[in-house]
């Protein structure tokens, strides 16, 4: 079946620290992923992707990693900062151009 | 600033009634999509098009309908409007399919 989701529905990590939020996905045959940032109010925002012919793709201040023996996904963000509060979401593409969403996982930051 | 802009931000109607969300694209993509986001089930894919012709197609209720112009602004009708239709609809729009696509800020919808 087609269905995208993620650990943890929330996260909250130290002003600093490094945050990891994961995205599990049930379709092999998924060829690419994204991970979107939604801050309150807004729409969401690409913040990195990545294709299924790599396992690792580094942006700045962000890493995507692609397990694809166990059909995971991560994000990590180094240094979290304030501004780094938000929702995230993985989304996966099957095929055709649809992208199916995760869940979300709401990121705080503690000062 | 994405670059998608999307009108109104909010809309307030009736069960029963019909509206139509406007969007329009960056200078430059020619896909367009529409997603719907509520609070019990995140964010969905609803239509695609790709310059002016469907594209795919998500959970779409056949109620909702929609279409890109020349142009390649888009529309998204909603009709016979339930309460359950209350969401945030956006727009998204890319160069091309599978390319990566760019958000608008979004029409709440209010159905009383």
């Known amino acids: 079946g087609e269905s995208v989701g993620l650990h943890l529905p929330t996260l909250s990590v130290q002003e600093g620290d490094n945050s990891i939020i994961n995205c599990a996905y049930s379709?092999?045959?998924?060829?690419?992923f994204i991970w979107y940032k939604q801050e309150s109010g807004k729409g969401p925002q690409f913040i990195i992707d990545i294709r299924s012919n790599m396992d690792k793709r580094q942006g700045q201040r962000v890493t995507v990693l692609l397990n694809k023996t166990v059909k995971h996904l991560s994000l990590q963000i180094a240094a979290t900062q304030p501004g780094d509060s938000a929702v995230y979401f993985c989304?996966?593409?099957?095929?055709?151009?649809?992208?199916?969403f995760g869940q979300g996982t709401r990121l705080t930051i503690n000062p | 600033d994405s670059g998608v802009t999307q009108t109104p931000k909010h809309l307030i109607t009736a069960t029963g009634q019909r509206v139509t969300l406007r969007c329009s694209p960056r200078?430059?993509?020619?896909?367009v999509y529409w997603y719907q986001q509520s609070l019990d089930q995140g964010l969905q894919f609803l239509i695609q098009?790709?310059?002016?012709?469907?594209?795919a197609k998500g959970n779409i209720l056949e109620r909702f309908s929609a279409q890109q112009f020349p142009d390649l602004h888009s529309e998204l009708n909603l009709s016979s409007l339930e309460l359950g239709d209350s969401a945030l609809y956006f727009c998204?729009?890319?160069?091309?399919?599978?390319?990566?696509?760019?958000f608008g800020p979004g029409t709440r919808l209010t159905v009383l």
């Open positions: 998204a729009s890319s160069v091309a399919p599978l390319n990566e696509q760019f």
């Open positions: 200078s430059g993509d020619l896909s």
């Open positions: 379709n092999s045959a998924s060829d690419y």
């Open positions: 098009y790709y310059n002016g012709e469907e594209r």
């Open positions: 989304a996966e593409s099957q095929g055709a151009q649809k992208l199916v």
